[in-house]
């Protein structure tokens, strides 16, 4: 079975700060993607990487910047928190860019 | 760019009870996702469907490519079953998904 897992489930950070959100996977994927989920949005593409250190932007992606130095893992970063960037990130990973396997999502809360 | 759209936005049923979901889209996709997001947050793919017909145990779903339209079939439905469903479709050819909007499915003891 494939597995994607997330640094955290919870996080509470202060505006400003430096915020670090972690995607593993361990099916060898090519392609890693980034969302963040708010209620009545549904989902919205930040970024996504279709191979180690490529990366392509999603529909939303001022204030958020990617890195992805090794195959199995994709981090999100937020440079400095703001309260609008106060949602569930759910990353979710791919062979083959049309199964799409998500992680169990981190819900961050900047105060 | 393209749209996608789900209908009924909230559904609640009986146990037991059968529905049909309904995810619209306003262009040809090659790709089309049926995803369920349990109350914990956790999404589960459940179809990969871009036409046609499948089934997987009391769920099927059918997407009908020419006419932009995929509908997703839960019968005997189960309280376990309750959370969101998802479609989601690429934009042309990309892996950007575009999600709608979901539909919330409550199903009652």
């Known amino acids: 079975d494939v597995k994607v897992t997330q640094s955290s489930r919870y996080l509470v950070k202060r505006t400003g700060e430096k915020v670090f959100l972690e995607c593993v996977q361990d099916m060898d994927h090519e392609n890693m993607f980034w969302y963040r989920q708010d209620p009545g949005l549904g989902l919205r593409l930040i970024y996504f990487s279709y191979d180690v250190k490529m990366k392509e932007k999603g529909d939303i992606p001022e204030g958020y910047s990617v890195s992805r130095e090794k195959k199995e893992r994709f981090s999100l970063i937020l440079e400095s928190a703001s309260t609008n960037q106060t949602s569930m990130y759910l990353c979710a990973s791919s062979w083959d860019g049309e199964t799409q396997y998500f992680g169990p999502g981190t819900r961050l809360l900047v105060l | 760019g393209i749209q996608v759209e789900q209908s009924p936005p909230d559904l609640i049923l009986q146990e037991g009870a059968n529905s049909t979901l309904r995810c619209n889209f306003s262009?040809?996709?090659?790709?089309l996702q049926w995803f369920h997001q349990n109350p914990w947050g956790q999404l589960i793919n459940l179809f990969y469907?871009?036409?046609g017909t499948k089934q997987n145990g009391r769920l099927s779903a059918t997407t009908v490519a020419t006419e932009r339209y995929s509908l997703l079939y839960i019968s005997s439905s189960q309280t376990t079953d309750s959370g969101v469903y998802f479609c989601?479709?690429?934009?042309?050819?990309?892996?950007?998904?575009?999600f709608g909007t979901g539909t919330r499915l409550k199903v009652l003891a």
């Open positions: 989601a479709v690429p934009t042309s050819g990309t892996y950007k998904y575009i």
């Open positions: 262009d040809s996709v090659n790709n």
């Open positions: 469907i871009p036409s």
